[in-house]
């Protein structure tokens, strides 16, 4: 393996946890990405050099946003020169992809970066798609089930509800076809869990799908069994030290707090990491911190 080309992902993650406008969800996906592409293969080492140009692409993005925020005025242009650059260089990268199939762990970690791609360009289909292949090929890691679930949700929301201007709501217009797609998401996310303090976040979030498909019995039965968990998992670890117990190679800023002092994560902030992750910007989005 050459120890040169994980170094470099390392080192260019680590600055990537320096921007406010990238996640520690992401970061830790990144993370998990970078131990499929460990193996020694020529093809596993090709797939590193993928990873950093994916690397590349967003801390150049994120570089611009951090300009952006340190200028009296910034334009909506602006920030959607920065989000096409970024979408031009996903693109080229998606199409080496393409070709760079193998097989085993760097595959499964092909697989995830093509999710993430997809992922930064809002084609939430292509997503599910690419993360459902992952785990047929080996990636059954609680963060990409996690993954997995999210994004199917999010998809049931695009095809199955439409925004309400009276109401400032979002109104399901199939119901039948929602709920099918919300107990998809659901299945996605039971499928992650492992008995470790990370299914809190995972009973949290099939909660709220089986609240939003409208099994509000069930729903809560998930709430009681996220808060549980959480109680369990403060006087086993301590609030502290909780958040530590992930099995995910992130540490110091970069941690993904899933089981420390705060309280699940919300739809609200997962929304925004989203967003953040996307082309959806304003500048108000890029300024409000």
């Known amino acids: 393996m050459s120890w040169a080309d994980q170094e470099e992902i390392y080192d260019r993650l680590e600055r990537l946890g320096e921007y406010e406008t990238v996640s520690s969800f992401a970061l830790a996906y990144y993370d998990l990405i970078a131990d499929y592409l460990t193996g020694e293969s020529r093809e596993a080492e090709g797939l590193r050099l993928r990873f950093v140009e994916y690397l590349e692409v967003l801390e150049r993005y994120h570089r611009a946003l951090s300009a952006f925020t340190a200028e009296d005025q ?157 109680r369990q998992v403060e006087l086993m670890w301590g609030s502290e030290d909780a958040r530590l117990q992930l099995g995910l190679e992130i540490e110091a800023d970069s941690e993904y707090d899933l089981a420390g002092e705060s309280d699940p994560i919300t739809e609200e902030e997962v929304e925004r990491a989203g967003l953040l992750l996307r082309r959806s910007y304003t500048p108000s989005d890029v300024l409000d911190e």
């Open 74 to 230: 910034v334009t909506l242009g602006n920030v959607r020169s920065a989000a096409d650059k970024r979408d031009i260089g996903l693109r080229v990268l998606l199409e080496q992809l393409g070709v760079d199939r193998t097989r085993g762990q760097a595959e499964t970690g092909r697989l995830l970066l093509c999710a993430e791609c997809y992922y930064q360009l809002a084609l939430v289909d292509r997503v599910v798609e690419k993360l459902e292949l992952a785990i047929e090929a080996g990636g059954d890691h609680p963060l990409v089930r996690f993954a997995l679930g999210y994004n199917r949700f999010e998809l049931a929301m695009q095809a199955f509800t439409r925004y309400d201007s009276e109401s400032g709501q979002r109104v399901v217009d199939d119901e039948d076809r929602f709920r099918l797609a919300c107990l998809s998401a659901v299945t996605a996310l039971q499928d992650g869990l492992t008995g470790g303090e990370f299914d809190e976040q995972l009973h949290w979030w099939i909660g709220n799908i089986l609240r939003a498909a409208g099994f509000d019995e069930a729903a809560e039965a998930s709430f009681e069994k996220s808060e549980e968990i959480g």
